[in-house]
């Protein structure tokens, strides 16, 4: 990942934690929501209404159009990754962590260039399997600083 | 043939899972609402769970998370095609209970021992981040070794070493606290985890776990009085001894009749009486003829006072040493502590009481070092981030 034009950006609820904590404008990511450039899947932002406090809280509560409820054929991927990939899903046994790779293959599936934006090694390795790109939280903040 | 709507878990392990939690499906059902509620989402009522697990309706996505979350399965696991195990815990129940009768555990014990499982993985991934697969000095001593009374002897006495616990250093604690605080920490120094948080003490009084390629564990009941958890804390401990991964025990017929608890009983028991201290505050006087429990009640108070033990294992260690001629009848000198996760404590206080120093510690050390995310020890103690920071920093 070089440049970040072109992709749908898809963080985990650390790469929110980590993007709000470490210094990233929220009115930023506000933009690349406004853009249509950044989905919040909803198991991500149960999560961050449990778990994020301050910037991070308010920034998934001022953003619900970008939170993204899986269609039917999202859950089916789910169901089918949980599955799979199991065991790889294992450090957190979180609904969130499949949920996010099944929303990366609902949108490549519809000609868009997901992005997962994750410091979980289990999802990166999914997302490897299923050919969807992913980010570290800190290698993304510094390509969103470089733009 | 048309699917319902939903996700596809697996309808049939939804009540084997609730059983083995000790739920039936309205409890179930009750709890998964709560959980539901919490995310301001509608809850789910016994005809959902039952639809559910006759596969005429499938939950939706939250549905299916509050569902594994409240039967303390990872999400995942409601899409196995069995019921996956339970991790692998060694536990230590109360004497009138059989050993590991995890069957008959409340849904509570089961939801703290997931809560163990889960600082367990915590621990792990800090000991990985921060590269100290090495660093655990824990003494071995595999059960086959331990046939007598004198291997016991030798084998607490290295526990003492190892744990730096001198009979000076033991006969200056001045209470019972600060002698479990003291033992805590040395065990945490030999790389050993110890959480500490309330349980039923009739169910579970400690537990401990060393997983191949992770580190050592020991969970003590915080609702035990302190002499009990430092007796259970030992008692973990010699499991550790006594069954380090790296060494499995092979079972050997001819060698079980003494099982791994009465051995780790005897060897917290040997760990923390030893003869030295014994002969250091034992009078010459004592009635050595008579059992412990008819020893005039003065002289029994003042080696309580100075051995900060329990009455029971004073008992105990002096009738196996022979210097008394039994435990003799004693009411149970334990009365339930006052533990952590009351309401006097605020939540970070709590919090590192449960996880110790060297976890508050470590977490802090990766945290700060970037090596681990603060939303991932978030989600492990499944705290507020501000409240994570709140723990670490304190």
């Keep these: 990942v070089t440049s970040l034009e072109e992709f749908l950006v898809l963080p985990d609820t650390n790469g929110v934690i980590e993007l709000i904590q470490k210094g990233v404008r929220t009115r930023l990511l506000d933009q690349l929501c406004d853009d249509n450039r950044l989905k919040i899947v909803d198991a991500v932002a149960r999560e961050l209404k449990q778990f994020a406090s301050g910037d991070a809280a308010k920034w998934v509560a001022r953003n619900p ?56 090694h289990g999802v990166q390795a999914v997302c490897f399997l299923e050919r969807v790109e992913f980010v570290p939280s800190k290698a993304y903040r510094a390509l969103l600083e470089r733009t | 043939v048309d699917e319902p709507p939903g996700l596809a878990i697996n309808p049939r392990l939804i009540v084997p899972a609730a059983d083995r939690v000790g739920l039936g499906l309205r409890d179930l059902a009750e709890r998964a609402s709560k959980r539901l509620h919490q995310s301001g989402l509608p809850a789910v009522d016994v005809d959902d769970i039952a639809a559910w697990a006759s596969a005429t309706r499938r939950p939706s996505l939250a549905e299916a998370e509050s569902l594994a979350e409240t039967l303390l399965l990872p999400f995942c696991g409601l899409f196995s095609s069995e019921l996956p195990p339970t991790s692998v815990l060694d536990f230590r129940t109360a ?197 412990y429990g008819g020893w005039p009640r003065q002289l029994r108070a003042s080696l309580r006072k100075a051995l900060n033990v329990s009455h029971p294992v004073i008992g105990i260690r002096l009738t196996q040493l022979g210097l008394a001629s039994g435990p003799g009848s004693m009411k149970s000198f334990w009365r339930s502590g006052n533990g952590f996760g009351r309401g006097r404590l605020s939540t970070a206080e709590r919090y590192k009481g449960y996880l110790g120093h060297r976890t508050t510690g470590l977490a802090w050390q990766a945290v700060n070092r970037e090596l681990m995310p603060i939303g991932a020890v978030s989600r492990a103690l499944e705290l507020p981030v501000h409240q994570v920071e709140a723990v670490l920093t304190s």
Excluded at chain 1, 92 to 116: C, E, I, M
Excluded at chain 2, 98 to 115: C, F, I, K, V
Excluded at chain 2, 232 to 256: G, M, N, Y
Excluded at chain 2, 259 to 275: D, F, H, K, Q
Aim: glycine content about 4%.
């Design chain 1, 65 to 120: 159009n970008a939170v993204f409820a899986p269609t039917q054929e999202a859950l089916d991927e789910i169901a089918r990754l949980s599955r799979q990939h199991g065991d790889l899903f294992t450090a957190t046994g979180k609904a969130a962590d499949p949920a996010l790779v099944a929303t990366g293959l609902f949108w490549q599936q519809r000609g868009r260039s997901p992005l997962v934006v994750t410091d979980d």
């Design chain 2, 95 to 291: 004497p009138s209970r059989p050993h590991e009768d995890r069957a008959n555990l409340s849904y509570e014990t089961h939801a703290r021992l997931a809560r163990f499982d889960r600082f367990y993985r915590l621990a792990s991934e800090l000991v990985s981040v921060l590269a100290l697969g090495e660093a655990v000095t824990i003494p071995t001593a595999p059960r086959a070794d331990l046939r007598d009374s004198q291997a016991i002897e030798e084998s607490a006495r290295r526990i003492r070493e190892a744990i730096r616990l001198s009979d000076d250093r033991q006969l200056a604690w001045s209470s019972d606290d600060e002698a479990l605080a003291d033992v805590r920490s040395a065990i945490e120094e030999t790389g050993a985890f110890v959480f500490s948080f309330a349980l039923r003490v009739d169910e579970v009084r400690g537990a401990s776990r060393w997983d191949r390629g992770g580190p050592p564990a020991i969970l003590i009941n915080a609702a035990d009085a302190p002499p009990a958890r430092l007796f259970t804390l030992l008692h973990e401990f010699a499991h550790l001894v006594v069954s380090p991964p790296s060494r499995p025990f092979l079972c050997d017929p001819a060698r079980t009749e003494i099982g791994a608890e009465v051995i780790a009983n005897r060897l917290s028991a040997a760990t923390l009486v030893p003869m030295s201290v014994l002969n250091a505050v034992l009078p010459m006087d004592a009635p050595h003829a008579l059992p």
